[in-house]
């Protein structure tokens, strides 16, 4: 397969404009405008990274998925005046994932794809942050056709592949990755930046967070090291602010910002000296002057409800940590703002930012249901529920839950609260 690492293409679209915004006393925090590194947001609704598993397969690059128009149009739909969208998690390097519809930004049919995307966005005047994401452990070699790789060869337990139809199949045990594979891989991510900005990207996030590989790093139940990227909590976090440090140097600290889940469960994530760990990590990614760091709320995780994931961290309580976001925020130096995402509702979503707890709020499922989201939030019109069958396919019919939202029904109570993504 041929691959591309840098793209001389550089993909010219209408730029973002956001000098006509305006707010006043009267105007909700959340409609307030925010300046975010470079850009300035007319508002801080952020469409939440979320995998849809709707590209297209490349008939060219084996294993690979590409953005098509379904996907234009499904970016668009949710791209409003000086509002910033964040793409789904998108893989740096054919080992990083594999998962059937994502579609990754290393091949010139994938930055293709993306400036479409892009420039689309940009005609609405609104902004785009490209996610960028290696599974690590999480994906497997009969998706990828190469061994999986991690920070050491703990590989996950409990969960199994298991997709419709599908026997289930043990995950494999990750190779460790040497210190120069480390690099190799941080290189990767490298490329996959220069790719977005030159695919008409604003920037680019790292997904830090849900026990993907930075996090498996993290994480001292799946992080056994012992050298200079293991053993104590700063060693842990050497990985992500190395990355870090090398995405700035190449798209400029304006553009990057890093997603974090201090408190998630997902993916077998159980590392110990939570507050210690994360705290000294939003405290290290701030000094580098990156844009944003986007947190997960405690409340949220991607396999369990609100009460059960509550319920879960009682014992972080026990040991005298916070369970709230607080402390991770309060280590965030300016210019570096903090998004936050998890169980956000037209209840909950204004106080928060009013109160200058955190800048702005991203939402996943409700953007899914609801294309117009950022207008329904400001004219307090209800939200339509989401249909969860519907997240991560059909394959048949791509635009069924995507862009085309069949027998809708309000949202009510039962719909807050409810993590489970399945
Ligand atoms: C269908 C679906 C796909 C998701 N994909 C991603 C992803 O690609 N990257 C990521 O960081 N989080 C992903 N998430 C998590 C969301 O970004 C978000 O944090 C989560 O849904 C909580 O926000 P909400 O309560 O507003 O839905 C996904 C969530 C859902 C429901």
Redesign the pocket.
Known sequence: MRTSSHHAAVYFCFPSDTSSMDSDASTPALFAPLHLGSIVLSHRVVL?????NRAEPSETYDNTWFPTGLNVLYYSERATQGGLLIS??TPVSRRASGLPGVPGIYTPEQCEGWAKVTCAVHKKRAFIFC?L?HQGRVTHSRLTSLEPWSASAVPIEESLHNSKGLDPVPYDVPHPMSVSEIQETHQEYVNAARNAISSGFDGVEV?A??GYLPDQFHHSNINVRTDAYGGTPEKRCRFTIELVKKLCAEVGKARVGV?LSPFGLFNETRGEDRQEQWTYLCRELSKLGIAYIHL?EPR?D?WRSESQKLDFLQHYKAIGEEVSLRPYRKVMLPPTKCIV????HPGNCWEGVERGDHDAV???????SNPDLVDRLRTGKRLYRYERSL??GPFGKKEIGYTVHLNREFAGESDIGR?Q?V
């Open positions: 939440a990274p979320l995998t849809r789904e998690a996610q994401w997904h967070g849900n997603r997960i949220f991607e995402a998890g169980g956000y991203a939402f996943g499922r409700f953007f899914i997240f991560y993590a993504m």
